[in-house]
């Protein structure tokens, strides 16, 4: 059965979710980016409530556990339909949300970033070298997501312009940012545990907690994987190759989860 | 209480060269459009700036060279890309941007909302927005000896918010079913001043009978300006969406350094946001490719 990298990438995410966790999903944009950092972790949490994790909750935005059946279908991002979705709770402010997120209550959380180095510092805000400078989007809670949540799920496409040996900004700490680890930074949370991209998964149990090969997915060779990236990320005999997602997977996320691919295929 | 009830005009006049201000509203929801093109009109200048998370109000200062500096956790156009003319003026470092992530800024808010000159924040320590402006220091919890990172909290003399409903006292009222991911209120509670604009003046009677629904009590705000779709073309939620063919028209415009001929014919072209909405609604600028 044929399947996309996008809805592969869902199947991926959804089996690290675990049944009474609460997962937050930032608001995002459209196309691949809004896939990565927003459909794709929205369809992950609905696919594992509907397979292995039904006391799975998503925070949305500011909005406990969305319908989601609301949610889904084109024109997802138009204010309307945001507005009429309903949901458990809608706290009167978004400090409720920045409050739950520091205070460590999320236990998994979900980015994307511009570059990621092997220690999984993210940069989402500037791009610098050669004396030039590009602005990207700013900081968002990204800082907070890595310094609090209990985890994060990083999703990323593989390239070696965003595997990158240094970051050009530390928007968002991983597990050693100057020298210092977490601990010494004082930071309480787990920090990025996995990245989920388009060829390989990767977790952080590398020497001094860096990117480790755990998968590639099937039909990619640990080289086609390395290729794409700026640095090369520990390798070791324990990966695995991660075949493609079982056919009652498929049919739920092409059926009832994401019937349009507006969510995972960036289309909303 | 006092009539608060004035046009837009004044209330801008208000705001002076070189203020530091608060620019409610969130990415594409409530952005006080109406009330940055008055600003941009009256041509005042070097202000500094903060958000939450900005879109087009904060492209046009950019573009209008109003505005010396940023502070807030996103400048972007949602799905429509980011800002061009606040990613030239951050590029070429003719704007200076503190950037700031979201714990900070609620905190910085709440802080200022409260009386505070500092505020601790935990987990920000090794992130490079600590160099990126003189809001923070590292400092001991002097209970625990955690080291933490000290947040500056900066004087906002002036806010610009764009609300649903108020009397004409200025107690601006949210309907039921709304959509809450903003800090509008902490906005107004943080700011010396505030400038509301809104859907629609209401009597008095119905903030009365619905109190709670009061998220900026009248004493927190300055002035009151009803301007209906006064976040056009963002969106006001529960009254109307953003307006798609027009925020691709302005990005593809924007990305081509072209914001300046809308300044010229929609913004400093018009006399009152009424004249902007007809030239919005008539569709010409789609001609004007």
Not at chain 2, 282 to 289: F, I, P, V
Request: proline residues 4%; glycine residues 10%; charged residues 20%.
């Amino acid at each position: 059965m044929s399947y996309t990298t996008s809805q592969l990438m869902t199947t991926v995410v959804s089996s690290l979710l675990g049944d009474g966790e609460l997962g937050f999903v930032g608001v995002g944009t459209s196309g691949r980016a809004g896939a990565l950092a927003v459909g794709i972790p929205l369809a992950a949490g609905r696919l594992a409530q509907l397979t292995h994790a039904p006391g799975y909750d998503t925070y949305w935005a500011n909005m406990v556990n969305p319908v989601f059946d609301e949610l889904v279908g084109a024109g997802w991002l138009n204010q309307s339909r945001i507005t009429g979705l309903r949901c458990a709770a809608a706290p009167p402010d978004i400090s409720f949300k920045v409050d739950t997120l520091a205070r460590g209550r999320f236990g998994a959380a979900f980015s994307s970033a511009a570059q990621i180095d092997r220690y999984g510092n993210l940069n989402i805000t500037w791009i610098r070298g050669g004396g030039r400078q590009v602005r990207l989007v700013g900081s968002l809670a990204q800082p907070e997501h890595l310094a609090f949540a209990k985890r994060v799920i990083v999703l990323m496409d593989l390239s070696p312009r965003s595997f990158v040996t240094d970051v050009d900004y530390v928007t968002s700490v991983g597990h050693r940012s100057r020298g210092m680890t977490r601990d010494e930074l004082g930071l309480p949370g787990g920090g990025p545990t996995w990245v989920v991209t388009d060829r390989a998964l990767f977790d952080f149990g590398g020497l001094g907690s860096t990117m480790r090969l755990r998968a590639c997915y099937e039909g990619f060779s640990v080289d086609d994987v390395v290729a794409q990236m700026g640095f090369v990320p520990e390798v070791d005999d324990r990966h695995e190759v991660l075949g493609p997602p079982d056919a009652e997977q498929l049919r739920l996320l092409r059926q009832e989860v994401d019937p349009h691919g507006a969510l995972i295929e960036g289309s909303g | 209480m006092k009539d608060k009830i004035t046009d837009l005009s004044e209330a801008i006049g208000r705001i002076g060269p070189g203020s530091s201000m608060l620019v409610g509203g969130s990415l594409l929801r409530r952005q006080p459009v109406a009330a940055t093109h008055e600003l941009i009109r009256q041509g005042t200048g070097d202000l500094d700036v903060s958000t939450w998370a900005a879109s087009l109000p904060v492209d046009l200062l950019a573009a209008a060279g109003s505005m010396r500096a940023f502070r807030g956790i996103y400048c972007g156009l949602m799905q429509y890309g980011l800002a061009p003319n606040f990613r030239r003026r951050s590029e070429d470092r003719t704007l200076v941007v503190h950037d700031v992530s979201e714990s900070v800024m609620t905190t910085m808010l709440r802080a200022a909302a409260g009386g505070l000159t500092f505020t601790p924040l935990r987990g920000l320590r090794g992130t490079d927005q600590l160099d990126s402006s003189d809001d923070f220091t590292e400092i001991q919890c002097p209970f625990t000896g955690e080291t933490q990172v000290a947040v500056r909290v900066p004087r906002f003399e002036w806010a610009i918010v764009h609300g649903y409903a108020a009397d004409r006292y200025g107690n601006v009222q949210a309907p039921m079913t709304r959509d809450t991911d903003d800090v509008d209120r902490f906005i107004a509670q943080a700011a010396e001043r505030t400038i509301v604009t809104v859907e629609r003046v209401v009597d008095h009677s119905h903030v009365l009978a619905e109190p709670t629904r009061t998220y900026i009590p009248h004493y927190l705000v300055d002035a009151v300006v009803e301007v209906p779709r006064g976040a056009a073309p963002c969106s006001c939620d529960g009254h109307y969406d953003h307006h798609d063919g027009f925020m691709r028209w302005y990005a593809e415009h924007a990305r081509a350094g072209r914001t300046g001929e809308y300044l010229a014919r929609a913004v400093r072209g018009t006399a009152e946001h009424t004249e902007f909405l007809d030239w919005l609604d008539d569709g010409t600028w789609e001609r004007e490719a």
